[in-house]
């Protein structure tokens, strides 16, 4: 193709156009999909209606599958041959032992962290820490949860090692719904974001060994919050079953 000019104009799909805005709309259908999963919107179990989904986040089926495709890859859906795809539930086994790694992971994180993190680094966690506390004064959970993720995840960048950034992306994205679902207690929400002040201290300090136990600590409380709250929602409906059986 030629341009007025007489030179060589390329055609905008072979510029990667095309490519690059199909990118962006499955980057988005992703993270959209992944956040409803995270905020409880789709819960544990339930199953996926394509048609409703599509209609919702105003897409065809193609970029929805394409994206239930890397969620289930990802351990957030699961897709079932000849029944459809439903989010993920973990069982208390899986919960219990992911959160443990889960701590061990962060906990390395503060402690590489606290001996390589940049000045720089260190001026976008506090300014993510004054964002999430006003987020926290505002009762606003999502976009409190959206910058604590935000906190963890540049202390696992800082720590500057790629193994571990590997798995603790792929863990944490896992665990993600409970983490958010952690802090709907206001005392949990309360007690979480003064470990985060401690955080924020320890890091400023170059404390590794203080900054890594308060975040497998973090983790650990986080876990246990989860676990009170299925044993919690599981006993009303222990007790109607064996109501029931009596009558």
């Not at 459809?84 to 959160?99: D, N, Q, W």
């Not at 993510?128 to 906190?151: E, F, K, T, V």
Request: hydrophobic share 40%.
């Amino acid at each position: 193709m030629q341009n007025t000019d007489g030179g060589l104009m390329m055609e905008p799909s072979r510029l990667g156009v095309t490519r690059v805005e199909r990118q962006r709309l499955h980057d988005t259908v992703v993270s959209h999909l992944g956040n409803l999963i995270v905020e409880g919107v789709l819960a544990p179990g339930m199953k996926l209606n394509e048609r409703e989904l599509c209609e919702t986040l105003g897409i065809s089926r193609t970029p929805l599958r394409e994206a239930m495709k890397v969620l289930a890859a990802e351990g957030l859906i699961e897709i079932a041959p000849n029944r459809g795809a439903f989010v993920s539930r973990m069982s208390e086994t899986e919960i219990r032992e992911t959160f443990e790694v889960m701590s061990g992971l962060e906990a390395l994180s503060g402690e590489l962290a606290a001996a390589r993190i940049t000045p720089v680094e260190l001026a976008e966690i506090k300014a993510l820490h004054y964002a999430m506390l006003a987020c926290h004064a505002q009762n606003d959970l999502p976009g409190y949860y959206s910058r604590n993720q935000a906190i963890h995840n540049k202390i696992n960048e800082a720590a500057r090692n790629s193994v571990l950034r590997q798995m603790y992306l792929s863990l944490n994205r896992r665990l993600q719904a409970l983490r958010f679902k952690s802090n709907f207690r206001a005392e949990k929400w309360d007690r979480a974001v003064q470990e985060h002040e401690e955080m924020l201290k320890a890091l400023e300090s170059r404390d590794g060994a203080r900054l890594g136990g308060i975040l497998r600590q973090h983790l650990l409380e986080k876990r246990d919050a989860v676990l009170r709250d299925m044993a919690g929602s599981s006993a009303p409906a222990a007790n109607a079953k064996a109501a029931a059986s009596a009558l």
